[in-house]
């Protein structure tokens, strides 16, 4: 599903004349096959959110290469790369991420409007996912006045719309408490057994770890292939 | 994305900030109004120099003069055989104008002219026939008025001018005069000559009206005889005064009628290369035309100006709006909008701001332009006792005025639109997402 090669990057820091230049990540190889749930792991500041940012398209490297789903992404332009994003990734961010003037059901729908589905299409599907997350009772209610733990499952309805093959989940439990974490760790467990979708997850904690498949970690740049976790199950 | 849910997402954003949409559109309705106003001023002024010049004369007609003395049968001649000449009028002066009917009598300025070539030339009758005959006569419109009872000796004096008008109404005959037979006194004008013998009259017959002219301060009172009559007076009016021998063939104004307005000019190079001197229409509207051409193009950038002013206003608030949505731009990018969806977003946002702007701002200017030419003669008659010219309009509104107007005004908004459109699409999705834009 996504094989990275030989990726490096370096932010780069200041104005032109003094520009520093600070490497964050070193010749990473990595891959994650089909119905995987791959934790990446390492510690702050190593380099986990910018590998990540990386396979998304948000930054772009000059050196390695990422194929995502069978598609050389990392020389694709800005456009071409954003309508790769929205066929075939869904993100789940640590903070959610809604558009705060829309309610949950037009946040939900908004990748079925930039792909220009049909207006009753949209509705059907929508209400559909609302349903699949449980929160067909909230659908007009804005972001401000849903818990963390409601935000968070519309996020995820929202990456899932459009049934992409793979998930980038960015610490996803990290707002959430004990209790809806523990959900959202099912949620996705499901997900990836009954719909076979892929998730890389960077997380921090062992209980996110606990359902990949399989555990890489990033130390200082460098990424090491840690133990197999789980058998995949097909 | 569909252009329905852009519109619906432009719409939702617009209605998040009122106010200050609102007053965006203000100013482009103010810009937009004042461009028009202030061209249409020059349209109108255009306009009535137009008018003017086209309600004395035809379009097609071209007047011939001679550089030595005036023209003769033998010019007429070799006017008609230029090819897309229609016709040639041509009138003799009859230096004899006293007609009268019973007790009335008129003074009217007498021509002779060529029938058929009048008809040709299109000379419009309100009432009546051409002429068949010698003694038949086309009078116009306002003879009647004219043609009067005799009045006490300084009847009109101590009236104003409109009183006096009105009490000469009295006088004049009131009946129709078609096929009445008047009396054509074979009296000269020149006052230095005194007749001692029996004046001669001869009897002739108003077969024909001529159609009332064009403007309404115009009047017509003149009389138009057939060339046989001419021929028949003139040396009863030589017998008073020889002098008049001289002047006897010759045309005191000769006009030329090409078949379309078209030929004018071609007809106006060959005329002027058998040596005349011609005066048209077409060719002082040329003139009229470019220099009035400049003038509104003057005004129309001047009041672009006030459209550019007005389009910082638009410049701004769709700053303004890329800098306050930049998160939601932000997600919506992470999520998979294209830099041309977000582009496209924005455009339509500032060119509805516009189109609210032009659409105002075109009516607005409608509306002050039918209420100033509806007050001004209004206020002109209060304060300045008197009446403005007919047909006089301050603003003048044509569709390509408006026109003219949209393109600028929708131009200059899509043009200040497009920078902040830009700097959407090159908003960084990570600080987005993080919240520090
Ligand atoms: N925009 C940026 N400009 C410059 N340096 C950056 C930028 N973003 C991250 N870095 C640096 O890159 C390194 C890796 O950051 P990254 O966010 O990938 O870490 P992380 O592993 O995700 O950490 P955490 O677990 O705290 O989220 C850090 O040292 C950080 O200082
Ligand atoms: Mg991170």
């Known amino acids: ?4 090669r030989n990726l490096s990057y370096a932010f780069k820091i200041g104005k032109k004349e003094k520009e520093n230049i600070v490497p964050v990540l070193h010749h990473v190889d990595l891959q994650v096959a089909e119905g ?102 909230y659908q007009s209610h804005y972001p401000g006045e849903l818990s963390g733990g409601q935000q968070q499952r519309v996020s995820i309805a929202r990456a899932l719309i459009l049934n992409p093959p793979l998930i980038l ?66 | 994305m569909k252009f329905k849910d852009k519109h619906r997402f432009v719409r939702s954003n617009m209605k998040r900030n009122k106010t200050r949409v609102w007053m965006t559109i203000l100013a482009s309705t103010m810009g937009c ?41 033998e010019d007429v001649k070799k006017l008609q055989d230029i090819k897309n000449v229609k016709a040639v009028s041509r009138k003799k002066y009859v230096p004899a104008s006293e007609m009268t ?37 086309i009078i116009g419109h306002h ?11 300084n009847f009109t004096e101590g009236m104003s001018d409109e009183e006096a008008q009105k009490e000469m109404k009295k006088f004049a005959y009131d009946g129709d005069l078609l096929n009445q037979t008047l009396t054509y006194h074979m009296k000269v004008d020149n006052p230095d000559i005194k007749t001692e013998t029996q004046i001669k009259t001869v009897q002739v017959k108003v077969v024909g009206i001529k159609e009332k002219p064009k403007k309404e301060w115009m009047t017509d009172s003149s009389v138009m005889i057939t060339d046989d009559l001419h021929s028949e007076i003139m040396p009863l009016l030589t017998e008073i005064d020889p002098e008049l021998k001289n002047s006897d063939d010759s045309y005191t104004s000769v006009r030329v009628y090409t078949s379309s307005a078209e030929d004018v000019k071609e007809v106006s190079e060959k005329i002027k290369d058998k040596g005349y001197l011609t005066y048209s229409v ?33 410049f701004n608030t769709m700053t303004m709006a890329v800098t306050e949505r930049s998160q939601d731009i932000g997600i919506m990018k992470a999520i998979g909008a294209t830099p041309k969806t977000i582009k496209r977003i924005f455009l339509l946002e500032s060119g509805y701001i516009g189109l609210w702007g032009v659409g105002l701002g075109t ?20 304060f300045m006792n008197e009446k403005p010219p007919e047909d006089f309009i301050l603003s003048y509104i044509p569709w390509s005025l408006t026109v003219i107007a949209v393109t600028i005004c929708m131009s200059v908004t899509l043009l200040s639109g497009w920078r902040p459109a830009a700097k959407a699409t090159t908003v960084d999705v990570l600080k987005a997402l993080r919240r520090d834009v």
Do not use: C
């Open chain 2, 101 to 137: 009917l019973g007790e009335y009598t008129v003074y009217a300025e007498v021509n002779s002219v060529n029938m058929p070539s009048e008809r040709k030339a299109g000379l419009q009758l309100e009432k009546g026939r051409m002429p068949k005959s010698k003694n038949e006569i």
């Open chain 1, 169 to 234: 989940a960015d610490e996803p439990t990290g707002s959430l408490d004990s209790e809806n974490e523990k959900e959202l760790l099912n949620f996705i467990k499901e997900l990836n057994e009954k719909d076979g979708i892929t998730f890389l997850i960077i997380t921090h904690d062992h209980e996110v770890a606990s359902i990949a498949h399989r555990k890489v970690e990033i130390r200082d740049g460098y990424l090491r292939e840690g133990s197999k976790l789980h058998e995949v199950q097909r």
């Open chain 2, 33 to 73: 109004a004042f461009l028009i106003m202030l061209a249409s001023v020059g349209f109108a002024i255009h306009k009535t120099a137009v008018d003017d010049v086209m309600s004395y004369r035809l379009m097609n007609e071209i007047e011939i003069q001679n550089d030595n003395g005036p023209l003769v049968e």
């Open chain 2, 143 to 153: 003879f009647a008025q004219e043609l009067r009872k005799e009045m006490p000796e």
């Open chain 2, 282 to 314: 077409v060719s002082e509207l040329k003139e009229l035309n470019i220099y009035f051409t400049l003038f509104k193009a003057g005004l129309i950038f001047i009041g672009a100006i006030a459209v550019l002013i007005a389009s910082i206003g638009i």
């Open chain 2, 363 to 382: 009516i607005l200017a409608y509306l002050i332009s039918y209420g100033i030419n509806f007050a001004l003669p209004i206020i002109v008659e209060q």
């Open chain 1, 36 to 137: 995987e749930i791959v934790a990446i792991v390492g510690r702050s500041g190593s380099g986990k959110s910018t590998l990540l940012n990386l396979i998304s398209g948000f930054i772009k490297s000059q050196t390695g290469d990422i194929t995502i789903d069978g598609q050389q992404v990392s020389k694709l332009s800005e456009s071409k790369w954003a309508e790769f994003r929205l066929e075939h990734l869904g993100f789940i961010f640590q903070s959610f991420q809604l558009i705060p003037s829309m309610t949950a059901f037009e946040n939900v729908e908004l990748p079925l409007v930039l792909k220009g589905v049909s207006e009753k299409e949209r509705k059907d599907q929508t209400m559909k996912m609302l349903k699949k997350v449980g929160l067909e009772k």
């Open chain 1, 1 to 4: 599903m996504i094989t990275v």
